[in-house]
């Protein structure tokens, strides 16, 4: 297994992922990477910024922050993703009926994804971040098949809705951009964002 490594000192770092995301896990484990899952004890929607990418970058770092107050040897991955439809953050729906809602709305339409990373040294005390932007493509979805997607209980706890690497998969037409970005951790962003603050895998 890969470790994280201090590019000067040649040292191996603790790498922390502060998120219980199923897909960002399923990210760094498909590289190889050592990593532990510490999550960021945050409330979300007491958050607000005036643009959407302001916002979904704010919530990576205060995700960060929170996680790597618990350490002072190790690199914490702070992390968050938001769905934008004409202009409005499709977030994560509460219920079956919001789910419905929103799969309807993004059917047979093109949206956005943005996923923001924000990546704490906290040995050196530095912090680096960026939003990845990604377009997603549905097909025309029939109500039944949403009402039965919604009934496997994927579309809870995820942004738009829908699980993209899952059963949501099927709803996807085309994606333009990176792919691991709609899952929630942009891999060419993350290596490059290691890369800045002096760390390799």
């Known amino acids: 297994m890969l470790e994280l490594k201090n590019k000067f000192k040649q040292k191996s770092v603790p790498l922390i992922l502060a998120s219980v995301s199923q897909g960002r896990k399923s990210i760094l484990e498909k590289m190889n990477i050592k990593f532990s899952i510490d999550p960021a004890d945050i409330d979300e929607k007491s ?39 004409n202009g409005e953050v499709i977030g994560k729906p ?17 949206h956005q994804v943005i996923t923001a990373l924000a990546i704490i040294d906290v040995t050196n005390k530095r912090m680096v971040q960026e939003n990845t932007i990604s377009s997603v493509t549905f ?7 949403i009402r039965s997607y919604i009934a496997t209980g994927e579309p809870m706890g995820k942004a ?24 929630g951790l942009p ?7 290691l890369d800045k603050i002096g760390y390799t895998i």
Do not use: C, W
């Not at 960060?64 to 040897?73: E, N, Q």
């Open 47 to 85: 958050y607000k910024a005036s643009t959407p990418e302001e916002l979904v970058a704010l919530l990576a770092r205060e995700k960060a922050f929170s996680a790597a107050k618990k350490y002072t040897d190790a690199v914490i991955i702070g992390a968050d993703t938001l769905v934008l439809f």
């Open 94 to 110: 509460a219920n079956n009926f919001e789910a419905e809602e929103t799969l309807l709305k993004l059917s047979g339409h093109t």
């Open 139 to 145: 097909y025309n979805i029939p109500l039944e098949e």
């Open 160 to 183: 738009g809705a829908y699980g993209s690497q899952g059963l949501g998969s099927k709803f996807i037409k085309n994606i333009v951009g990176d792919m691991t970005n709609v899952v």
């Open 187 to 193: 891999k060419e962003s993350f290596l490059q964002l």
